[in-house]
Structure formats: C-alpha cells, structure tokens
C-alpha cells in the first residue's frame, strides 16, 4: 500500500471500526495468500512471529509454556494459539475481527483447539493476574489508536514475573514505501511523523487505519506500563529466503529490518 499525501486523525472508535470490517472482509483473501506460511490449516497450527519466519519452537521468547495460561493478543485465525496448546500450553486467543475468528474455527474443527474471544486490545475482557504469558505476532498493537493502554492492559492481566512478547512492523519502515522492489528502498514520509495510514471509500468512510510510533515511543510505553523490557530483536532476512510478502522481500531484507520484537517482563 502507499500511504497517502494527506493526514488524518483516527481516534479508538474509527480504528476500531474500520479494522473490524477491514479484516472481516479481508479473512479469506489473507489466508488465500498467508494461510500456508502460517500453518493455519495444519492440524496443531504454527507460531510465526514474522515474515522473515521465525518460530516460536526455535527461539523460545515466551519461555516455558508448559502448563501455563497464555493470552494472546490479535490473534487472527489463531495458529499461534492452536500451536500453543498443542505444545502444553493453556492459551486464550483475543481478536476483534469475527471474520478472522470463524476462520480459526474452522481450522479447529479437524485439530488442536484454544477458547476464542471476540474484544479490543485496549480493554481486555479478563480479570488482573489472568495469565502467566501473554503475546502478539503481528496483531492488534500496530493497529489501533492508543497502543499505550494495550501494554498497560497487558501488564495488568499478567502475573507477577509473567512475560509479554510482541511484534510489529520495524518502526523505521515507516519512512519507506511499502513497496517489495528497488522504489521502496527510497525514503518517502518523516520517521517522526505519527499521523496514521488511512485508507478511505469514496465517500469519506475510513476503511482502514494502521498507526506508527517511534522505537522511542514503544519503549517509553512499555516502560509506562512498568514492564521492564528484556530484548530487542531485529530479524536479519535468512540467507535463501525468497518468499515475499507485502512489502517484505529479499531485496529490502538485505539493508534494513523488517520486524521489531520486544521482550517484556512484569517484576515481580
């Protein structure tokens, strides 16, 4: 996509609404061109973390799962859940889209199942001190409005000691077009500029909304939130990966990060 010249406002309510339909609407074409890579459809699922594809059974960043109740969050059609679970795990996916969801039950029909819930990131339907683990490939964080309350609601759900593991798009591929090919490796918009992507129809209504924030910005909201943050990571493109996805490719993967995966733990 190819972020407008214009910039627009989109609070919670528009965010929220707008991704809601986005992704209804959007679930069977994802997974048309996603479903595959993400292990949807396999009997146990996958966790992916990332297009440049790290797997939750190869780098263990939430730890052991064994027993533990894990929440998370934006969880599509919900392969990392499944995954989850499959591997001794007690998860609880959290989506706000029912298209994305209903595809996740679809696939559990014939395999591992986790309890699936309809609800914001930025008002968690549970109890404080809910859950052991929480974490997030890709979902919900970078798109709504107030990505603060979501690790404030993060850390008053987890139990003391638990820890919150999430993925977003690298910060700094805001300044780039999201373009595969030699354009977007050109700088087009301000790092600094926080207005948000928006798409609209041709009457005005948001359709889509996906907001940025700064490597500073992630950071200061976690630590507002009183997680202590344990890692960074930057996915390097593997060597002979050729798969691309969106704005993801071999070409932009050998000169700038794609992914950005914080680490976080709840003191105890």
């Not at 690298?170 to 595969?180: L, N």
């Not at 940025?212 to 909201?221: A, L, P, Q, V, Y």
């Not at 691309?244 to 794609?258: A, D, I, K, M, V």
Request: charged share 25%; hydrophobic share 40%.
């Amino acid at each position: 996509m190819n972020r407008p010249n214009m910039r627009a406002r989109a609070d919670s309510a528009v965010s929220e609404q707008a991704n809601r339909r986005w992704w209804d609407s959007d679930a069977d074409d994802y997974h048309r061109s996603h479903g595959e890579f993400l292990g949807v459809d396999t009997p146990s699922g996958e966790f992916i973390w990332c297009p440049e594809g790290l797997h939750e059974g190869d780098v263990h960043l939430l730890g052991d799962i064994v027993g533990k109740r894990i929440l998370e969050i934006g969880c599509g059609s919900a392969p990392c859940s499944r995954w989850l679970a499959a591997n001794g795990a007690y998860p609880v996916g959290l989506d706000l889209s029912h298209g994305m969801l209903q595809r996740g039950r679809t696939a559990m029909a014939d395999g591992q199942r986790a309890p699936l819930i309809q609800a914001t990131a930025e008002h968690l339907p549970f109890a404080d001190e809910s859950f052991d683990l929480a974490c997030s490939a890709f979902g919900a964080v970078p798109f709504v409005a107030d990505s603060a309350a979501v690790m404030a609601e993060v850390a008053r759900v987890l139990k003391p000691g638990g820890r919150w593991a999430f993925s977003v798009n690298h910060p700094m591929r805001w300044a780039f077009p999201d373009d595969p090919g030699p354009t977007g490796l050109t700088v087009a918009i301000p790092y600094f500029d926080r207005s948000p992507y928006i798409e609209a129809d041709d009457d005005g209504t948001v359709t889509y909304v996906e907001h940025h924030r700064t490597m500073g910005d992630r950071i200061r909201e976690i630590r507002a939130a009183g997680l202590i943050l344990d890692e960074l990571i930057e996915p390097e493109w593997p060597e002979g990966f050729e798969r691309e996805w969106g704005q993801w490719s071999p070409l932009r993967g050998q000169y700038f990060p794609g992914t950005a995966i914080f680490v976080c733990t709840k003191p105890e």
